[in-house]
């Protein structure tokens, strides 16, 4: 029987959908032409342009450190909640699983608004801080789901032998359970940062005055065209560290089943 061609059309069809326009956008960032519609010669200076833009690294600043306090609290959080729900089956864990999953499945463009509604009610000052809760209210659920999937395939036999040995909770913790969690953990670290870097919508809802991040100052280089080449630059680097952590997080993720 000959196969069909078609499975194999239709799917460089949609790689090419969705990549082409990313390479185009790579290529652009070395196009000396500052709309990018003919190619006149490659240049790096789109790249040296960035590198003295101020305004561009103050946001990154503000980027990173939203990440990183971000990611540090869910992977807390996250880790905690995930325990809960692997070892109690209560109604009161579904209404947590419930809650947990929710954020994965909110559009964006709602979370934000509702967040913002709260945060001003609340009477809280937009700004670095409302960003970080924000950030780190959906980065929880992902990191919660990460670390379940790595619990459900853990062996806690491991634990009670370490404590039939004489070990304490804090080394047993500390010396047994940590070390073999950290796959699922960095993983769950990993794609958290990832997703709080990338995020636009959320932030851009509550956000305030001198709490720029770098999402939101590209959106803002966007409306005056002579910004253009520098924003391909820009992306280009972005898009390098973003598949650099997404990749950290599967090769760790897979390390954490194996």
């Not at 619990?151 to 909770?169: K, M, P, V």
Request: proline fraction near 3%; glycine fraction near 6%.
């Amino acid at each position: 029987m000959k196969r069909s061609v078609i499975p194999l059309l239709t799917t460089l069809f949609v790689l090419v959908f969705f990549y082409l326009p990313i390479v185009v956008l790579v290529v652009n960032s070395f196009n000396a032409s500052r709309f990018g519609g003919t190619w006149e010669g490659s240049t790096l200076e789109w790249y040296r342009m960035l590198f003295r833009e101020t305004s561009v690294w103050r946001a990154l600043r503000n980027t990173l450190i939203i990440a990183v306090g971000a990611t540090f609290a869910s992977v807390v959080l996250g880790t905690t909640a995930a325990f809960a729900l692997h070892r109690y089956h209560t109604r009161l864990q579904r209404l947590h699983y419930t809650l947990i999953y929710t954020p994965l499945v909110v559009p964006e463009i709602l979370m934000g608004m509702s967040l913002l509604l709260f945060f001003v009610a609340a009477g809280f000052e937009l700004g670095l801080f409302t960003i970080f809760l924000a950030h780190t209210t959906f980065c929880i659920s992902y990191v919660a789901m990460v670390v379940l999937a790595r619990l459900q395939d853990f062996d806690f036999s491991i634990i009670e032998a370490a404590q039939d040995l004489g070990a304490g909770w804090w080394t047993t913790a500390w010396r047994v359970l940590l070390p073999l969690l950290a796959p699922g953990l960095a993983a769950g670290g990993l794609l958290a940062f990832t997703l709080s870097i990338d995020d636009f919508v959320i932030t851009f809802f509550v956000s305030g005055p001198g709490s720029t991040t770098l999402p939101v100052r590209i959106y803002s280089m966007i409306k005056h065209s002579k910004n253009m080449p520098m924003i391909n630059a820009l992306s280009a680097i972005l898009l390098v560290v973003t598949f650099a952590a997404v990749w950290g997080s599967q090769r760790l993720t897979k390390e954490s089943h194996a």
